[in-house]
């Protein structure tokens, strides 16, 4: 089971007002193990960079003016995401930009129908609580001490964290790290069952068995489990 965690970064919290995506970064998972593998891109906007958006990212427009344009990324982030589930904190938010620059380059959406939304899981299983990416990551004690500004790949890697979390397949493998069957066959101590050298003996008197066997033959017939 592949699944890709994603998110973005933007100019602005609307494509229809002329906003764009300034990053993408991604994180493979499969079989909610993470791989190692990992996508992550700086685009030009080819605009400004609005004071609200910058002191969310931090990231300028000087910076952006030497990255490639979306479309000259597009065929390597369709490549790496494939036709695997994608995981957002937030999908409508990040689905509605990525398919706004799909539309300019001439490219199929992606449909919100293969996207998990952890969002989404988190209010289910916390009604009522706030289900924002710090205050989950809070929730599951997962280390934001190198978040001081959002970024694209960084917060795909808590995603993935939180999203382990929340679906309990963080317990088989506590750090976001590369999967390596053989040191997680290492880890595993066999343990042979040894048979007692003396039988306990049965606390079931003669008695209780023979009114035991009457009750199962009256009450129960020849087909009761305890005759077979």
């Excluded at 050298?197 to 017939?221: I, N, T």
Aim: with cysteine.
């Amino acid at each position: 089971m592949r699944e890709i965690v994603l998110d973005t970064e933007t100019t602005g919290l609307d494509p229809d007002a002329g906003h764009r995506v300034i990053e993408i970064g991604c994180v493979e998972l499969v079989d909610h193990f993470p791989t190692g593998r990992s996508f992550q891109r700086y685009l030009n906007p080819e605009r400004d960079m609005p004071p609200d958006a910058q002191r969310i990212h931090g990231i300028t427009a000087e910076f952006l003016s030497d990255k490639p344009l979306f479309a000259h990324v597009v065929e390597e982030f369709l490549e790496f995401i494939g036709d695997a589930t994608l995981v957002i904190h937030n999908a409508s938010f990040d689905l509605k930009f990525l398919n706004a620059e799909l539309t300019r380059v001439k490219r199929g959406p992606l449909e919100l129908a293969r996207a998990i939304d952890t969002v989404d899981i988190a209010r289910n299983r916390f009604p009522g609580a706030r289900v924002s990416l710090d205050e989950l990551c809070k929730r599951f004690s997962i280390d934001l001490s190198g978040r001081s500004l959002h970024g694209a790949l960084l917060d795909a890697e808590l995603t993935a964290q939180v999203y382990l979390e929340l679906t309990g397949g963080r317990q088989k493998k506590l750090l976001l790290s590369p999967v390596d069957e053989a040191a997680v066959v290492a880890q595993v101590e066999i343990r042979v069952a040894r048979a007692r050298p003396v039988p306990l003996a049965a606390l079931v008197s003669d008695a209780e068995r023979e009114a035991h066997a009457a009750f199962v033959a009256k009450e129960l017939g020849q087909d009761a489990v305890w005759n077979w």
